[in-house]
Every structure is written in structure tokens, then in C-alpha cells.
């Protein structure tokens, strides 16, 4: 899952959940392994925290689908948010060089 969330580096919201479930199946595992209760609490907070910044991404990617423009903040950079906030034309600039586009390679 850090390779996702690592991947995802622009779309800062995306990648946070990405990474949030990384560490909470890290310590998730750890404290069964040991046993500790203190790591099976630290667990169960970090699910939580999951839980609330899931649930805030589901809305907010929702809300942004059927409205057709941001409405809550998903903290996009570089050409995530060149894609939502720049024209369609600047996105198709580079489709030529892509395998597959062109006639002959």
C-alpha cells in the first residue's frame, strides 16, 4: 500500500488514505504479534482516524463528480490540479508522444 500512496504524491488526499492503511495494517500486525494492548488501542485510534479521512475523501471526490468543480479542498498539486483547474487542450498537449497514439513508433 506505500507504493500506491507514494505514487499518488500529487493527490495529497488520496495518498493519505493510502498511507493511513498502510500503518494501520502495520500496527495492526505488530500488536498481534506482541500482544500489547497499548499497540491494539493505537490500532483501533488509527482506524478511526482511517475512518474520518475515507469518509471525507468518498465525499469529497463524490461532491467534486456530480457538482463538476471542487467543493471541498482535496489539496491537489502539479498536474493533479493543473488537470482540474487548467484546460482540456493543455492536458491533450502531450497525448502525440504516448505508445499507441501515433501511426508508426
Do not use: C, I, N
Not at 505514487?7 to 498481534?32: D, I, N, Y
Amino acid at each position: 500500500m506505500l507504493v500506491p500512496a507514494a505514487a499518488g504524491r500529487t493527490k495529497t488526499v488520496a495518498a493519505t488514505v493510502m498511507a493511513l492503511s498502510a500503518v494501520r495494517f502495520l500496527v495492526t500486525g505488530v500488536a498481534h504479534l506482541g500482544g500489547d494492548a497499548a499497540l491494539t488501542t493505537l490500532a483501533g485510534w488509527t482506524g478511526l482516524l482511517l475512518a474520518v479521512v475515507s469518509l471525507y475523501a468518498a465525499a469529497a471526490f463524490e461532491l467534486e463528480g456530480t457538482d463538476r468543480r471542487p467543493v471541498l479542498p482535496l489539496w491537489r498539486r502539479g498536474p493533479s490540479a493543473d488537470a482540474v483547474a487548467g484546460s482540456g487542450s493543455g492536458q491533450l498537449s502531450d497525448v502525440v508522444h504516448e505508445p499507441g497514439v501515433r501511426q508508426q513508433l
